[in-house]
């Protein structure tokens, strides 16, 4: 036995040698980024067209509806069906659901029958939850305590280099179709190429036990959790205080999509100037998590210091960005539109709605970013860590499913503008007060694992 320790031992000094071998936190947060990329990257270009890519919208509010709906649910449970099953059963199942919500519209561009669109909502709801769990488990948990803002702004810029490409593929396909209406099919099979490729790859993502930071240290023992662990823990995170102070962020966070993807993209552009926008605003997410993932990790000493300032600049932008789009909203609503713009033959009239949504992108990933951040520096085990993330996405999604439902049932444009600007400016307080109770300047601060599961020595490692 001594001499197998030793041995593993030898073998952690000798791959902690390069930063870009397998077993690294740097690769192995690469290849979730690519994973994100293949199949929620895609996923948000094809919902940043407004509709699903369709002149109706009512198809693709009620499939989010669904899909946020059971989102909520196994985002919270998500977390611990992670630390029942590891991260590549978790993913790859959560990954293949993706290919069977783009097919959907494919079927739904011949057909124009919503029922599978709805259906196949709910079933990517289920395993998106599995997906977010394990991609924040992983994102939070692996990299070294002192840079997980500038490993989360790596997976986040990956991750929505998804939707730029993503916005490409409708752009290009759909170029010459300046009348038309709704995307064609080879949209739709282009994204469905992306989503299998991710569900492939995520069989390429190593357990926490196997991956070793450059200092020789792994990134955790995590052993196979049971159901009954991780139904209790599970439930109490509902009367964690910390998660209580979270969840008004994790509402707002998602709760704002319906609005920008369909009655701002959607509303005020063309068909392939919507794909040209996306392109754009998941660009813009790149930028804002590079920034603010500086910020959260270099602007300070003290990460206690860091989290205030963050909270601060995104506190600051995002007033500045939601009064633009209070400018802009008081022009139209639902039964007064404007005239749809082209990003060629529209001109000058192009230029502030396009800031605009670029804007709200760039808000987007740095508000994400944080709320990430903030998580991240709350424990440094990954079985705590994914079950914060999986309530995290699951209030998120519950949010998101309330807000499609809003947009599906007509609710004054302006009001849904001003309830987005309101939970956001919410957040900010509650998230500063949680860094100045719960997060610390060094590593005592963070929470060691309880589950009895983790120190069960028959237990098999993930």
């Not at 069906?81 to 199942?93: E, K, V």
């Not at 920008?260 to 005020?268: A, D, E, I, P, Y």
């Amino acid at each position: 036995m001594g001499f197998e320790g030793d041995e593993e031992s030898a073998a952690n000094q000798v791959s902690t040698k390069s930063r870009f071998r397998y077993n690294s936190p740097l690769v192995q947060v690469t290849l979730i980024g690519l994973v994100c990329f293949c199949c929620p990257g895609m996923f948000n270009a094809l919902s940043g067209m407004g509709g699903g890519g369709q002149v109706n919208p009512t198809a693709a509010n009620n499939a989010n509806t669904a899909l946020y709906t059971t989102f909520a649910i196994f985002g919270i449970l998500g977390g611990g069906i992670y630390n029942i099953l590891g991260p590549r059963l978790t993913l790859a199942a959560g990954c293949s659901t993706y290919v069977l919500y783009a097919g959907s519209f494919l079927y739904y561009n011949h057909k124009q029958h919503q029922s599978f669109a709805i259906v196949a909502g709910a079933v990517l709801g289920i395993g998106a939850g599995f997906l977010w769990a394990g991609e924040g488990a992983i994102m939070t948990s692996y990299p070294p305590p002192r840079r997980k803002g500038t490993y989360i702004s790596l997976f986040w810029s990956i991750f929505n280099m998804g939707g730029v490409i993503g916005g490409l593929i409708p752009f290009i396909l759909n170029y010459k179709r300046t009348e038309a209406a709704s995307v064609n099919d080879g949209t739709y099979i282009g994204f469905m190429c992306f989503m299998m490729a991710g569900t492939l790859l995520s069989l390429a993502i190593l357990p926490p036990s196997k991956v070793v930071r450059d200092d020789g240290t792994s990134c955790t023992h995590i052993k196979y959790s049971k159901v009954s662990t991780e139904a209790v823990e599970i439930g109490k995170l509902f009367f964690n205080w910390k998660m209580l102070l979270i969840a008004p962020a994790a509402w707002a966070s998602n709760f704002f999509y319906s609005y920008q993807f369909n009655n701002v993209n959607g509303v005020l552009f063309n068909l392939r100037t919507r794909g040209l926008n996306n392109v754009f605003y998941w660009g813009a997410q790149m930028v804002g998590s590079i920034g603010i993932g500086y910020i959260l990790d270099f602007s300070f000493q003290s990460r206690r210091k860091r989290g205030f300032f963050g909270i601060g600049i995104v506190a600051v932008l995002g007033t500045a960005i939601w009064a633009g789009g209070l400018a802009k909203q008081v022009g139209y609503k639902h039964d007064d539109l404007p005239t749809k713009l082209d990003f060629k033959d529209s001109g000058s009239d192009f230029a502030g709605p396009f800031v605009l949504y670029f804007s709200y992108g760039l808000l987007d990933s740095m508000f994400q970013s944080m709320v990430y951040w903030v998580i991240g520096a709350l424990a440094d085990d990954s079985e705590i860590l994914s079950r914060y993330v999986g309530f995290y996405k699951g209030v998120q999604s519950a949010g998101a499913a309330v807000a499609w439902q809003v947009d599906a049932h007509k609710v004054p444009l302006l009001t849904q503008l001003i309830v987005n600007w309101s939970l956001t400016t919410v957040s900010y307080p509650l998230l500063a007060i949680l860094v100045m109770l719960a997060v610390k300047d060094d590593q005592k601060g963070e929470e060691p694992s309880t589950n009895p599961a983790s120190m069960d020595n028959n237990s098999k490692p993930v």
